[in-house]
């Protein structure tokens, strides 16, 4: 009778460790049900291109070690909406497009301007937010945009390849726009007084002056019309679901509080 007794309790011992095990098993790897009304992407791994120096759209934290910023928030809320898992991978800016277009990442989260000649090989979600160009100088600069136009010595950086490049070129024709991988560098070569200023958009300089507090400032506004979105291969199928978790992120304030969060917007 014992020995009956204890081979009842054995089994249901293991039974009870392998309901467990596969009670644990499904949200592991699904992740979860998609947001009611959103498509479900069934807990799909999807691979999310980021610089991880472009705060405060993505860097990462020297504490941790671990990415943080608007990018890492807003996909995994996405993710969250829509029933998919994100795997963020250190991408470099130079050549990201052609990698787009090649299917290497499931999707570019990297504050990126849409742009016409970009839509042609890449394709684009909605916009999440609308950004503007700034100079940005060190703090005890006297000159202003004007005067940096005028002033035919004056050194001015951007990040080579991107929509920030174009505007340095057409607002400071007459000058050799320096170039650097990214815009970390552009910004220590402007604290060590290598160049004079760094064409940037707002959200990324104010960023840099919150890294760097006391050093940076901007000293003028250049545009203020860009559109930024993510980026997916051609004719990917995660633009939709992408878009509709954006819509429902716009209409219940989430967009809107990351925005704020991370300061894309006041």
Do not use: H
């Not at 293991?14 to 592991?28: D, E, N």
């Not at 991880?52 to 995994?76: C, H, L, M, Q, R």
């Not at 560098?185 to 064409?199: E, R, W």
């Amino acid at each position: 009778m014992k020995k009956l007794f204890l081979l009842l309790s054995v089994l249901v011992v293991l039974s009870m460790a392998l309901s467990a095990c596969g009670g644990s098993a499904a949200p592991a790897e699904t992740g979860g049900a998609a947001q009611a009304g959103l498509p479900d992407l069934g807990g799909k791994t999807i691979t999310v291109a980021v610089e991880n120096a472009y705060p405060p759209f993505n860097s990462i934290d020297e504490a941790s070690g671990k990415g943080v910023g608007w990018d890492y928030d807003a996909v995994t809320e996405v993710c969250k909406r829509i029933n998919c898992v994100a795997d963020f991978k250190q991408a470099a800016w130079d050549g990201i497009f052609p990698a787009m277009a090649a299917n290497e990442y499931d999707v570019l989260a990297d504050g990126v301007t849409f742009t016409a000649e970009r839509d042609e090989t890449v394709d684009f979600s909605i916009p999440y937010v609308t950004v503007g160009q700034v100079l940005l100088t060190r703090a005890n600069e006297t000159r202003d945009l004007d005067a940096f136009k005028a002033d035919a010595k004056a050194l001015v950086g951007t990040q080579i390849g991107t929509t920030n490049a174009i505007v340095a070129e057409e607002t400071f024709p007459d000058k050799t726009i320096q170039s650097f991988e990214d815009f970390g560098a552009a910004v220590l070569a402007l604290i060590s007084g290598d160049i004079d200023a760094v064409v940037v958009d707002n959200v990324t300089a104010s960023g840099y002056m919150g890294e760097n507090e006391g050093k940076l400032m901007i000293a003028g506004q250049i545009t203020s019309d860009e559109q930024l979105a993510f980026v997916f291969p051609p004719d990917s199928d995660l633009v939709g679901p992408f878009n509709a978790a954006l819509e429902a992120m716009k209409v219940d304030g989430t967009l809107d509080a990351l925005n704020k969060k991370w300061g894309l917007s006041q």
